[in-house]
């Protein structure tokens, strides 16, 4: 009899520290099965911690949310500059005055790799306002990888800023290149809950370090909703930027970060009664958000 119950408590000892339940382990008695649960699925004990169960498949959408943009549609005169591939350990810096020196908010989406190295910087992005997104680890084109080697690189990029922001995780996704499959994208949404952006405005500032060039492309391609694709990693780039901001500060625009952008974009209505008798369709053409992953680019 004694036998029996010392046996019996040991298992629930045990069985309570498998479970890691706070509680003494000899009361930990799973909780009452919920009866409400859909029926004929009784596999997992009520006790289980459900943070560690494998994230269910995303049910079917309802309506499809939107989850990628390359800009948005907005009333009113909004834009988001947006820098890759930092932080560096000079251009940042400088780049974070000018944008403080102006009030603006931008978005970094930072390499995982860089990140690690400049932890002060990662924070005091942080500190003065700006959004951070995830840029993958070491940059590589996801569309020539699996999904555990791209998953490896996103997620170890998510603790990374998570550690060196208190926590703080990114909503926000930029794939190297702008090169993702559909698939993948839908697949990355599912796990971490990621908006995909890429850009509508790239003065291909990687390929051609002239800041005189870098200015001239953003001030002929940025119109409300843009969001502009730019490096802090260059020198050439950050050198662009005071006048950049500055002419577009003339221009009327107003800088948001992407989410904020985002939060702002309503659908293009049909048919919209021309405001202005401009000759032709606006000057921006849309790239097809994919199309541009080909070319070797940021
Ligand atoms: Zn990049």
Redesign the pocket.
């Known amino acids: 009899m004694h036998r029996l119950l010392l046996v019996v408590s040991i298992l629930l000892a045990s069985f309570g520290a498998l479970n890691a339940a706070p509680a003494p382990a000899a009361s930990a008695a799973p909780s009452s099965p919920p009866a409400t649960e859909p029926a004929g699925k009784s596999e997992a004990p009520a006790a289980a911690p459900s943070t560690d169960a494998p994230a269910t498949p995303a049910p079917a959408p309802v309506a499809a949310p939107k989850i990628t943009y390359s800009d948005c549609h907005v009333d009113g005169q909004y834009i988001a500059m947006t820098f890759?591939?930092g932080p560096h350990k000079t251009n940042t810096p400088r780049l974070l005055d000018m944008l403080k020196a102006r009030h603006i908010h931008a978005t970094f989406?930072l390499?995982g790799e860089n990140v690690v190295e400049n932890q002060e910087i990662v924070k005091r992005i942080l500190a003065e306002g700006h959004e951070i997104g995830n840029?993958?680890w070491s940059?590589p084109n996801f569309m020539t990888m699996n999904d555990s080697s791209v998953r490896d690189q996103l997620q170890k990029t998510q603790d990374a800023i998570s550690k060196a922001c208190g926590g703080m995780t990114p909503k926000l996704m930029?794939p190297?290149?702008g090169a993702f499959t559909t698939r993948q994208k839908n697949w990355a949404h599912g796990e971490w809950g990621f908006t995909v952006v890429l850009w509508d405005v790239d003065p291909e500032d990687?390929k051609y370090r002239n800041a005189e060039r870098v200015k001239r492309e953003i001030l002929k391609a940025a119109v409300s909703g843009s969001i502009v694709l730019s490096?802090d990693i260059h020198k050439t780039t950050v050198d662009a930027m005071p006048e950049v901001l500055d002419t577009l500060i003339a221009r009327g625009f107003k800088f948001v970060t992407v989410s904020e952008l985002i939060s702002m974009d309503r659908p293009k209505t049909k048919a919209t009664p021309a405001p202005k008798a401009t000759p032709a369709p606006t000057a921006k053409a849309e790239p097809a958000p994919e199309a541009s992953a080909a070319s070797a680019?940021?």
């Open positions: 890759d591939d989406f390499v840029h993958s940059h930029r190297p290149y990687w490096h680019k940021p």
